[in-house]
């Protein structure tokens, strides 16, 4: 039976776990920048909400607007 034994120098080792290290601290940053842009992405769809609501508002009141002009308009004639 024959056993092969893996030389691992002293040198190799070490820089893999610090290639794996800078990988995982990448990851972590990407981790991040995605949580934030989460966030940004939830407050921007909450003032949008708010503009959408008065939007809406001004839109029922020129509606209403529109038809006391449109019986003043008839009124007249």
């Known amino acids: 039976m024959v056993v092969g034994v893996i030389n691992v120098s002293g040198e190799v080792l070490p820089d893999i776990v610090v290639q794996v290290g800078k990988i995982g601290l990448i990851l972590q940053a990407l981790g991040v920048?995605?949580?934030l842009w989460?966030?940004?992405e939830i407050i921007r769809l909450v003032v949008n909400r708010k503009n959408r609501k008065r939007?809406?508002?001004i839109e029922e009141k020129v509606e209403r607007i529109e038809k006391k002009i449109d019986k003043i308009v008839k009124k007249r004639k």
């Open 55 to 57: 939007l809406e508002r």
């Open 33 to 35: 920048i995605i949580v």
């Open 38 to 40: 989460i966030i940004f």
